[in-house]
Nanobody, 125 residues
Framework: EVQLVESGGGSVQAGGSLTLSCAVSGYISSGASMGWVRQAPGKEREGVAHIDSDGIPNYADSVKGRFTISKDTANNTLYLQMDNLKPEDTAVYYC???????????????????WGKGTLVTISS
């Protein structure tokens, strides 16, 4: 069974930066993608970014140029570097994985079947 544990959330002012981490334990297929999905208060979940098994990332337009997804395969850790944060980035951020995991430029997502419990990011103006 795969376990995903996010960390690194917190409160920062607009324009600041945060780095989220996701520690992965258990078996994950070498072909699986990993991603970040967020849920703002009162809104539906929205895809943020994914990185495929070859290390190729893809981002939602809402975060492109500000967020960077990366992974450390040796240490089984996924990261999300978030720069130039905006109040609208306030959300619970979830780490997820799946063989067909994918995040589109509109923030749509599919194919994630294992999820962490999330970490809260709050951006003040």
């Amino acid at each position: 069974e795969v376990q995903l544990v996010e960390s690194g959330g917190g409160s920062v002012q607009a324009g600041g930066s945060l780095t989220l981490s996701c520690a992965v334990s258990g078996y994950i297929s070498s072909g699986a993608s990993m991603g970040w999905v967020r849920q703002a208060p009162g809104k539906e979940r929205e895809g943020v970014a994914h990185i495929d098994s070859d290390g190729i990332p893809n981002y939602a337009d809402s975060v492109k140029g500000r967020f960077t997804i990366s992974k450390d395969t040796a240490n089984n850790t996924l990261y999300l570097q978030m720069d130039n944060l905006k109040p609208e980035d306030t959300a619970v951020y979830y780490c997820a994985t799946g063989l067909l995991g994918w995040v589109g430029y509109k923030g749509d997502y599919y194919g994630f079947n294992s999820w962490g419990k999330g970490t809260l990011v709050t951006i003040s103006s």
